[in-house]
């Protein structure tokens, strides 16, 4: 089973994407911040993380740029999500896609369709 890691400081939108990407197939672990968002990576070692970009304690920038600079977890795909445009981000984390807010379902399923594949 694929996994994924949502970082996100939103409960209400964490939530409830990780109950749309379970009723998927994929097994769904969420962090609060990005600061738990790494102890969780160890833990979960996830196929994909979704992260929102602007967190407490550490954003999605910083998670991103620890992922990625990490030997063992640069080849794991990382969607930042924000409600910026992304034009105007200036992001210095070589991350893989952009999921602007708020998104339509269908484009979070088919961006992780595309990035892990689907779990049957």
Known sequence: MKSILVIE???LLSDFIAEVLQE????VQ??????EGLSRLHEV??????????????????????ITAHPKYNDIPVVLMSSKD???LNVKCKYTAF??????????LGLV????????
């Open 9 to 11: 400081d939103n409960v």
């Open 24 to 27: 998927e197939g994929y097994n």
């Open 30 to 35: 969420v962090a609060a911040n990005g600061q």
């Open 45 to 66: 070692e996830p196929d994909l993380v979704i992260t929102d970009l602007m967190m407490p304690k550490l954003s999605g920038e910083e998670v991103c740029q620890v």
């Open 86 to 88: 992304e034009a105007y």
């Open 99 to 108: 999921l602007p807010k708020p998104f339509d379902l269908n484009n979070l």
């Open 113 to 120: 369709v595309r990035l892990i594949g689907v779990t049957i």
